[in-house]
């Protein structure tokens, strides 16, 4: 063994690595004439971007079309929470001390919506699993904190199987226990691993706040991460809002379907969830409203006048030339894979953004979104071919509020798997309760047969 190796030779792309990378891109390369000779979809869509259907489920509905003369034609979006309308649920709760993410989480995973003391026992037994383990702050969330904090929750969710003498027991009364004690621990290790990495990486201050039992899912958030542990009503009730949209968005979604695919194995809830994790960490799911906050500050510096609407269009139009910002050619916040008219957790959270926007003074920030609302979908329009129409997604909209709520940017996809979790545990039960049967899609094989080759004849 050398024991001179350098240590960071396992983190260097040495010219050998180049190399045999070179060689993986050539064996990894398919002619993508195959995949229409095949009729394989890509990314299990059809070429409108229609996913292929794989399962059945009964805890959401993602709605984009009407049918007019038997044919489906697009329509406003609508997103159904085991049959209830998220508009409904979220204008029901008009009163700022009514918090609706664990309610909308009961219906989730129980299929109804409970009545007062059906919510005030869920809540209690939700307050007593938000306790970590002795030490596990100590041992496992400040010991080598990463700098991505979708990798320290995904450590931390499997390092509790550790803790947990039932860990693989995948009946449902303990699949129900794990996946409750999660969805109650997501906020305290996602805050407590960025606190963690500022301290230790940043030298910032450590604050570990004890939550506090009275507290919804979102205050909680807020009063862990705040050296002072304030927040306004309103702050705490956008934050409730933004949890209750992105808890649950239908089967298809990536991170969902790697639930589904990953529970139908038969393996633990941790593993499960962190694979799920490792999903929704991807830049194109989970990461999506950091773009669109980084592209409105790259926005912001080569525009001078915010009212400027000509300045503006040619900014995005350039976005599409890949002119500007990270040349990707996308205006990021526009469009998605199912909603065409509209998303309606767009439109249900541009009301409370606008109404944070007037209590933190940021109504021109708010006004410059608009205007780009506005104009996006005219000059995608304009400068692409689209097979459906383009809107803002809920992502336009939830990176801005994040800023207002003084968020850290290593927060955003970690907030998204907190409010997810729910959407996460009511499909893992329900794979396990219902299918049985592990998922082996087919992939064909196109690699011609070859004889082998003695060493001696290479």
């Not at 990378?21 to 890509?42: C, G, H, W």
């Not at 729910?422 to 094989?445: C, D, F, Q, T, V």
Request: charged letters at 20%.
């Amino acid at each position: 063994m050398n024991t001179n190796m350098n240590p960071n030779y396992f983190y260097e792309i040495t010219p050998e690595i180049t190399h045999l990378a070179e060689l993986s891109q050539m064996a990894a390369t398919i002619n993508p004439d195959l995949f229409a000779e095949y009729d394989v979809k890509r990314g299990l869509r059809d070429v409108n971007g229609k996913g292929v259907l794989v399962g059945l489920t009964e805890i959401s509905d993602v709605c984009s079309t009407k049918l007019v003369d038997g044919q489906p034609v697009p329509a406003p979006g609508e997103l159904y929470y085991r049959g209830y309308n998220v508009k409904d649920i979220i204008s029901g709760l008009s009163d700022n001390a009514h918090f609706g993410f664990e309610e909308s989480t009961y219906l989730l995973l129980f299929g109804k919506l409970p009545n007062q003391e059906e919510l005030s026992s869920f809540c209690g037994q939700l307050a007593q699993y938000r306790s970590l383990p002795t030490s596990f702050v100590r041992d496992i969330i400040m010991k080598a904190p990463s700098q991505d904090m979708m990798n320290t929750l995904a450590r931390s969710v499997l390092t509790l199987y550790s803790y947990d003498s039932h860990a693989d027991d995948i009946s449902i009364p303990n699949v129900l226990r794990q996946c409750l004690e999660l969805i109650s621990l997501f906020p305290l290790l996602s805050v407590y691993g960025y606190q963690a990495y500022r301290h230790y990486h940043d030298g910032a201050s450590l604050f570990i706040h004890t939550p506090e039992s009275n507290l919804s899912t979102a205050e909680t958030i807020l009063h862990i991460l705040r050296p002072d542990s304030k927040y306004t009503p309103l702050e705490a009730k956008l934050l409730d809002i933004a949890l209750i949209l992105h808890m649950e968005h239908g089967g298809g979604n990536n991170s969902t379907f790697t639930t589904h695919l990953v529970s139908s194995s038969g393996t633990d809830t941790y593993s499960a969830i962190a694979a799920s994790l490792g999903s929704l960490k991807g830049p194109k799911h989970g990461g999506a409203n950091i773009k669109v906050v980084k592209m409105f500050e790259d926005m912001k510096a080569h525009i001078q006048d915010w009212e400027d609407e000509e300045a503006i269009a040619a900014y995005l139009t350039a976005l599409l030339h890949k002119e500007a910002f990270d040349r990707a050619g996308l205006i990021y916040g526009m469009g998605h894979a199912v909603y065409s008219l509209s998303d309606p957790r767009a439109e249900l959270f541009r009301t409370f953004v606008e109404r944070l926007s007037k209590e933190k003074g940021r109504e021109k920030e708010f006004a410059l979104y608009s205007t780009v609302e506005r104009l996006a979908p005219q000059i995608i329009a304009k400068e692409r071919k689209i097979y459906k129409g383009v809107s803002p997604n809920v992502d336009f909209f939830s990176g801005f509020a994040y800023s207002m709520l003084n968020l850290p940017l290593e927060l955003y996809t970690p907030i998204f798997a907190i409010a997810r979790i729910s959407g996460w545990s009511a499909h893992r039960l329900e794979e396990l309760n219902y299918n049985g049967k592990i998922m082996r899609p087919a992939y064909k094989n196109v690699q011609k047969h070859r004889d082998y080759i003695p060493m001696n004849h290479r």
